[in-house]
């Protein structure tokens, strides 16, 4: 009939309406993403961003088959790709291959011949050799066990004169070096991190957190009476949360005090914090959030995971974010958000690596979420990586394309700017790098370009000032001689 379309256009159109709602935006976020992406300029104002990371399968208990995770606390993605949970409330170790695929549970091991369990476990450790070091809280014990899960040693409450009368020995987070030191955070410990030798004896405390001195709590102090300064807050050190060890042996943590100058440290061997700050703004989270009300205040995070690289990333368990920063402290990308569905969060309490993917712990809704890379976080990550290995050509190549997905995000031309500087193209370099905010790159750049226009232009300004100067004698000598024959 005339006037109706053909069937095979309606087919058509159809068809392109269907595969427009499940086809991915390729613009570096997801058309089913469920949080938006955004970071901070260098003014400190939330700018929008495509979604570097999105969410893909979870994993739980019942998923997997063993009945369902019980308040799990902690994660830990061992070299060779093994995933280990720790199920807190049914007190056991699960084990998943890279696949995560169920391998199998430890619930408790031969001590001394006698059978023994966990209670309570809170986090774990595992080693390029796959021995695990379990925060065995309820039973005030770090737990060591071989890859086979064989009783290797027990670190339980230390004895030490540094410690105060009564001490209570309840580790939730434990890391190791390749020395096979132990660190411990323990809870309600606030003079730092607890160290252990390598055959489990207390040598100290490592990285004290400092108190912010506060002119405001002191003048209230000074006027209060006895039963008010009772009542306010003491000026104690905040206890740590957690951490997290790079291939160097440098400790990564985490505090519980939001407020605090530094909520993420990077401590050498001897607990001094030399974590690199050179982003537009301290290592932090959140530089924008409301005040009062339900997830009000800066950023508390609860767990860290680094990279060989230097780039690590903290789980915020006050608004369900992750926060990803690069060595020099750069904040390269934001995601996540506190929710019910596929990719939010009720109460994260763990972050690791699995390669590309970011793993993130739910204890509230029993799971966990697989987070996999967008277009433009996969772009970010390799330049990233390629800058470390001080391959900057080749991540400057990476950068321009990641310009293509997001024209705001600075740290891209940053990375430019520091190729162009290392090819000796220092005009283009100042370029970038006043693009990307960076006065120091800029400096640098800019002072090396000065130098190439002196080199270049010197030789002919020195030879037009040689002239000049020799004109302007001769005119001198020449009008000399003609006021002389006037006078003669």
């Known amino acids: 009939m005339k006037g109706l379309m053909p069937l095979s256009f309606i087919r058509i159109v159809v068809l392109t309406f269907v595969l427009a709602l499940i086809v991915p935006i390729e613009n570096g976020a997801y058309a089913k993403s469920p949080y938006e992406g955004y970071g901070y300029s260098y003014w400190g104002k939330t700018i929008p961003a495509p979604v570097a990371y999105k969410p893909g ?9 063993i009945g369902h995770f019980n308040q799990p606390r902690d994660l830990f993605v061992a070299r060779d790709g093994s995933i280990y949970v720790v199920d807190t409330g049914n007190a056991r170790i699960v084990v998943l291959n890279a696949a995560f695929e169920f391998v199998r549970e430890i619930t408790g091991f031969d001590n001394r011949r006698k059978a ?3 209670n309570s476990p809170n986090g774990i450790f595992v080693t390029d050799d796959n021995d695990m070091y379990i925060a065995d809280t309820g039973n005030s014990r770090v737990v060591h066990l071989d890859a086979a899960g064989k009783l290797a040693g027990l670190i339980e409450t ?8 009564g001490f209570v020995f309840l580790p939730i987070k434990v890391a190791v070096d390749k020395a096979k030191r132990v660190y ?10 607890m160290e252990f030798d390598a055959d489990g004896r207390f040598t100290g405390f490592t990285g004290t957190n400092r108190v912010r001195f506060s002119m405001v709590d ?10 008010q300064r009772d009542r306010m807050q003491l000026f104690i050190p905040t206890e740590y949360t957690n951490l997290d060890i790079d291939p160097n042996g440098f400790l990564y943590t985490t505090n519980s005090d939001a407020n605090t100058a530094s909520p993420i440290k990077r401590l050498n061997p001897t607990g001094i914090d030399v974590l690199r700050k050179e982003g537009y703004a301290v290592p932090s989270g959140d530089l924008k959030y409301i005040r009062f009300g339900e997830a009000s205040g800066p950023s508390l995070f609860t767990d860290i995971a680094v990279r060989d690289n230097g780039v690590y990333s903290a789980l915020d368990v006050r608004r369900g974010k992750i926060f990803t920063y690069d060595w020099d402290g750069n904040l390269l990308y934001i995601f996540g958000k506190l929710g019910n569905q596929k990719g939010t969060f009720h109460t994260p309490a763990a972050i690791d690596y699995a390669g590309d993917s970011i793993l993130v712990l739910d204890r509230a809704l029993n799971r966990i979420t697989v987070f996999e890379t967008t277009p433009i976080g996969r772009l970010i ?3 990233v990586d390629l800058h470390f290995k001080g391959k900057d050509e080749q991540s400057a190549e990476l950068w321009n394309k990641v310009i293509e997905y997001d024209a705001n995000y600075d740290i891209a031309y940053t990375g430019i700017s520091k190729a162009k500087l290392r090819s000796g193209m220092n005009r283009q370099a ?6 990307g905010m960076d006065k120091g790159y800029y400096s640098k750049a800019f002072q090396r370009y000065r130098k190439d226009v002196m080199r270049e232009y010197f030789g002919t300004a020195m030879s037009l000032a040689f002239v000049l100067a020799l004109g302007v004698l001769v005119l001198r000598a020449i009008r000399r001689k003609k006021g002389g024959e006037r006078r003669a």
């Open 57 to 65: 399968r979870t994993v739980s208990g019942g998923s997997l088959g």
């Open 116 to 118: 023994d369990n966990f």
């Open 158 to 165: 230390p004895k030490s004169e540094v410690l105060t009368a």
């Open 184 to 193: 411990v955070v323990a809870q309600g410990t606030f003079d730092g991190i």
């Open 218 to 227: 002191y003048f209230w102090k000074m006027i209060a009476t006895q039963e």
């Open 381 to 383: 990550n390799q330049a």
């Open 430 to 435: 100042a370029e970038y790098a006043g693009l």
